[in-house]
T-cell receptor, first 110, second 116 residues
Framework: EDQVTQSPEALRLQEGESSSLNCSYT??????LFWYRQDPGKGPEFLFT???AGEEKEKERLKATLTKKESFLHITAPKPEDSATYLC???????????FGKGTTLSVSS | EPEVTQTPSHQVTQMGQEVILRCVPI?????FYWYRQILGQKVEFLVS????????KSEIFDDQFSVERPDGSNFTLKIRSTKLEDSAMYFC??????????????FGEGSRLTVL
């Protein structure tokens, strides 16, 4: 059973059109929710760590938020260079590895 | 800026052959990982490694897979007898602290394995 579910699978935006990506999780006793960015043919690149409900983190046009059931990645006034796949992850039971969702592929056109 | 480097970038092999994928993690990092991504699918955890031993392995990491840190810099993934379904991009990652403390893993650019 998937521990991390991301929606939508794909999202197309016009430059400047703000939106949000969703990550819902089913793990009990969440010990961290992590966001990564993956460009085509590249490895994932770390963006944010969120540990508790109500926490928010920001980086340029991205803001990540966390509730008790889900996390959102808000993208404000996106640019074409924000086009990528955004991955959400949680820790495995032992806390020794990240378990990734399938990701949301964002395309921003000018 | 320090980075994780992986070789080869692409390897084509015949089914049943042995393959070794190599990684040089960031020099002061202590925790090492292998992940794989089958085309169009999610990034899947294979194995984590710390203090010269496996910390955790997934169901995917069966007896055909092994990892080794043969010297102070390299971290290798060996697949003993490749199968068609092993075709994927394999990512090496490293971290300076245990992942649950920061969640920040540094990934390499990957090694694409194609099994014919």
């Amino acid at each position: 059973e998937d521990q991390v579910t991301q929606s939508p699978e794909a999202l197309r935006l016009q430059e400047g059109e703000s939106s949000s990506l969703n990550c819902s999780y089913t793990v009990s006793g969440l010990r961290g929710l992590f966001w990564y960015r993956q460009d085509p043919g590249k490895g994932p690149e770390f963006l944010f760590t969120l540990y508790s409900a109500g926490e928010e983190k920001e980086k340029e046009r991205l803001k990540a938020t966390l509730t008790k059931k889900e996390s959102f990645l808000h993208i404000t006034a996106p640019k074409p260079e924000d086009s990528a796949t955004y991955l959400c992850a949680v820790l495995n039971q032992a806390g020794t590895a990240l378990i990734f969702g399938k990701g949301t592929t964002l395309s921003v056109s000018s | 800026e320090p980075e994780v480097t992986q070789t080869p970038s692409h390897q084509v092999t015949q089914m049943g052959q042995e393959v070794i994928l190599r990684c040089v993690p960031i020099s002061n990092h202590l925790y090492f990982y292998w992940y794989r991504q089958i085309l169009g699918q999610k990034v899947e955890f294979l194995v984590s490694f710390y203090n010269n031993e496996i910390s955790e392995k997934s169901e995917i990491f069966d007896d055909q897979f092994s990892v080794e840190r043969p010297d102070g810099s390299n971290f290798t993934l060996k697949i003993r007898s490749t199968k068609l379904e092993d075709s994927a991009m394999y990512f090496c990652a490293s971290s300076v602290r245990q992942v649950e403390n920061t969640g920040e893993l540094f990934f390499g650019e990957g090694s694409r394995l194609t099994v014919l």
